[in-house]
């Protein structure tokens, strides 16, 4: 999984905007201006293009890359307290929810897949509610929220006239939706996993429970206090959100609670498979040292025989000292007695089912 993380150095200032990174790819600004009849979409390349905040329209403003510069010109036509500011830049926040005198500030993480179903990619989102303005941040250009822009397009009066506490609602409900692919798809890497096991365990299996476990343990990190965010939202008193709202965020809380029962549930396999995959090895190591130690115990005796007869007694010096070695047929009679001896002893581990 990728994170990303960025800090400043020990001792510096609280709300301190530094370009520690540089930007990857150019930074896009998309504008949108809403009402029950109006709807205006555009891509605008400076700040000061976005008209004044009005009360008879919604505005959102989605930033798509972070530019150092360009957020603190936004924070200050918005008024957005510093230390919201600095969260916004510097990734890596915990999932919170933040009131400030003018608004409300929201820093959420969303995980999606990436390059052919193989990585998972963590990105911070940062939102900043105010009563006819909604600014969205993201770390990179992504089509996260186009099906909120379809909504919108689609003239619904629900969305149309819900305000910023609506908008600000569709935007976490798509990012919680972004959750369940993700989860699907660790789940069915998880039952592959378990079939490998099952059927012949390796380490590389063990490789890849280890990296599933990283990867839930990165997701229950954001999804736990994701739950508990949107609880506090849903039980905020601020005007930003209508009683209508609020029960849909209440929706929300209950898909985030789901996404967090899916994150133990699979945390929780993938343990049960590093013990199923162990007591795989073992039980197959079991059956080898059963083999091994079954061939052993047939050649014990077979052993004794062989060296009972490789004592260097000479027959001439006594007919007590091994007449049978003078025998004609002392060779093959000795042979078919080992013979004898296995095979009974096989008999006898086959009726005591120990084969």
């Known amino acids: 999984m990728r994170i990303l993380t960025r800090r400043h150095a020990p001792g510096t200032a609280p709300g301190t905007l530094a370009a520690?990174?540089?930007?990857?790819?150019?930074?896009?600004?998309?504008?949108?201006?809403?009402?029950?009849?109006?709807?205006?979409?555009?891509?605008?390349?400076?700040?000061?293009?976005?008209?004044e905040a009005t009360p008879e329209v919604t505005q959102w403003l989605d930033v798509e890359g972070h530019d150092v510069e360009l957020i603190a010109v936004l924070g200050e036509r918005l008024k957005i307290h510093p230390l919201a500011l600095e969260d916004v830049v510097n990734v890596g926040q915990r999932t919170k929810s933040e009131d400030f005198e003018n608004a409300v500030f929201v820093v959420v993480d969303c995980f999606s897949i990436e390059r052919g179903d193989e990585i998972i990619a963590k990105e911070q989102i940062?939102?900043?509610?105010?009563?006819?303005?909604v600014l969205s941040v993201r770390e990179r250009r992504s089509d996260l929220f186009e099906p909120v822009r379809a909504r919108l397009r689609g003239g619904k009066p629900r969305i149309r006239g819900g305000g910023t506490g609506y908008l600000t609602y569709a935007l976490l409900d798509t990012v919680v939706d972004h959750l369940f692919?993700?989860?699907?798809?660790?789940g069915d890497r998880i039952?592959?996993?378990e079939d490998e096991i099952l059927v012949?365990?390796?380490?590389?299996?063990?490789?890849?429970?280890?990296?599933?476990?990283?990867?839930?343990l990165v997701i229950r990190k954001s999804v736990w206090p994701l739950r508990d965010m949107l609880n506090g939202l849903y039980r905020t008193e601020s005007d930003l959100f209508s009683d209508e709202t609020r029960l849909y965020l209440r929706d929300v809380v209950?898909?985030?609670?789901?996404?967090?029962?899916?994150?133990e549930t699979l945390r929780e396999t993938v343990s049960s498979l590093m013990d199923l995959y162990l007591s795989s090895v073992s039980n197959r190591m079991n059956e080898v040292m059963k083999v091994l130690t079954i061939i052993a115990t047939i050649?014990?005796?077979?052993?004794?025989?062989?060296?009972?007869?490789?004592?260097?007694?000479?027959?001439?010096?006594?007919?007590?000292?091994?007449?049978?070695?003078?025998?004609?047929?002392?060779?093959?009679a000795a042979l078919a007695v080992m013979a004898l001896v296995a095979v009974g002893l096989l008999v006898f581990f086959r009726r005591r089912g120990w084969l």
């Open 254 to 263: 209950d898909h985030a609670t789901r996404a967090v029962d899916i994150v």
């Open 20 to 51: 520690i990174e540089p930007p990857t790819e150019p930074i896009r600004l998309r504008y949108t201006e809403y009402g029950l009849e109006t709807l205006v979409e555009t891509e605008v390349t400076r700040p000061d293009e976005v008209p």
């Open 299 to 332: 050649f014990i005796p077979l052993s004794f025989i062989a060296g009972l007869y490789g004592m260097n007694f000479d027959p001439a010096a006594s007919p007590y000292n091994m007449p049978e070695l003078g025998w004609y047929w002392g060779y093959p």
């Open 200 to 216: 012949s365990p390796s380490p590389g299996s063990v490789n890849e429970l280890h990296a599933l476990r990283r990867d839930l």
């Open 181 to 186: 692919p993700v989860l699907e798809k660790l």
């Open 126 to 133: 940062s939102l900043v509610i105010q009563p006819d303005e």
């Open 191 to 193: 039952e592959e996993i």
